[in-house]
């Protein structure tokens, strides 16, 4: 088990999440906005620190950031079997992991929480993070194979 390849996996089911949710948010109505989870907590954490106000932008860069660094981190952990069983299970629980976290700090930090309000964000939310672990253990076990060759 490589902590390169599982990094590197981590970092590619964020992406893919992160780029689905972009696009999706971009091109279709009713999408969960995500991002807006991310930019409430920037703002709360420059608050306490008494910084300077930043303008829209880097308070989204903020929230991207560490969208995909703690995303990359939550997918690596998932990243370690290439066993069927493990992987099934490990990308179901990784996944769901993910979605329910996103979810339960939406309702926690946005107080009229219009990012993921409905039935249809919430399954939309869950299928990304779904994707993402797939995409994840899909990378992994794609270098781990080409390391055993």
């Known amino acids: 088990m490589s902590y390169i390849n599982r990094s590197i996996a ?19 109505d009713g999408a969960p906005n995500l991002d807006q989870v991310g930019e409430k907590a920037v703002e709360a954490t420059l608050e306490k620190l008494d910084a300077p106000k930043t303008d829209e932008e880097e308070v989204f860069a903020a929230a991207m950031t560490g969208n995909i660094l703690s995303n990359a981190l939550l997918f690596s952990t998932l990243a370690t079997s290439t066993n069927t069983t493990q992987i099934i299970g490990k990308t179901l629980g990784t996944g769901l992991l993910g979605a329910a976290g996103t979810l339960g700090l939406a309702d926690q930090l946005l107080g009229k929480n219009e990012a993921t309000n409905t039935d249809q964000k919430k399954w939309m939310t869950t299928g990304y993070y779904l994707l993402g672990a797939i995409v994840s253990i899909s990378v992994y076990n794609l270098l781990e194979s080409r390391k055993s060759k």
């Not at 981590?10 to 279709?28: I, W």
Request: include cysteine; charged fraction near 10%.
């Open 10 to 28: 981590g970092l590619a089911g964020s992406l893919a999440l992160t780029g689905v949710h972009q696009l999706f948010k971009k091109c279709l």
